[in-house]
Nanobody, 123 residues
Framework: QVQLVESGGGLVQAGDSLRLSCAASGRPFSSYSLGWFRQAPGLEREFVSAISFSGRTYYSDSVKGRFTITRDNAKNTAYLQMNSLKPEDTAVYYC?????????????????WGQGTQVTVSS
């Protein structure tokens, strides 16, 4: 069992930056792949970024070049650095953990989810 807690969301202006954190507890953090997803009102949850247990990173086209995912296994924490934020980035952001590291862009692949943190970008 893994528990995930996101933090770092907030209200910012377009062009600003935020760093989201995902703190994990439970089973060994280093053996999991971690993903970030987001969900805006009325829309489906969408893939944002992922980092495998080996450190390989993945990004959606909409955030590539603006967002950076990292992990600190010693702190059991994953991060999502979000730069050059746009109003369309507004959503609830969720952290998720996957035991197998397959199809990391698919929400169904993940075993554990956090409660989410709201990110609002004003124009």
């Amino acid at each position: 069992q893994v528990q995930l807690v996101e933090s770092g969301g907030g209200l910012v202006q377009a062009g600003d930056s935020l760093r989201l954190s995902c703190a994990a507890s439970g089973r060994p953090f280093s053996s999991y792949s971690l993903g970030w997803f987001r969900q805006a009102p009325g829309l489906e949850r969408e893939f944002v970024s992922a980092i495998s247990f080996s450190g390989r990173t993945y990004y959606s086209d909409s955030v590539k070049g603006r967002f950076t995912i990292t992990r600190d296994n010693a702190k059991n924490t994953a991060y999502l650095q979000m730069n050059s934020l746009k109003p369309e980035d507004t959503a609830v952001y969720y952290c998720a953990a996957d035991r197998f590291g397959l199809t990391l862009d698919k929400a169904a692949a993940y075993d554990y989810w956090g409660q989410g943190t709201q990110v609002t970008v004003s124009s």
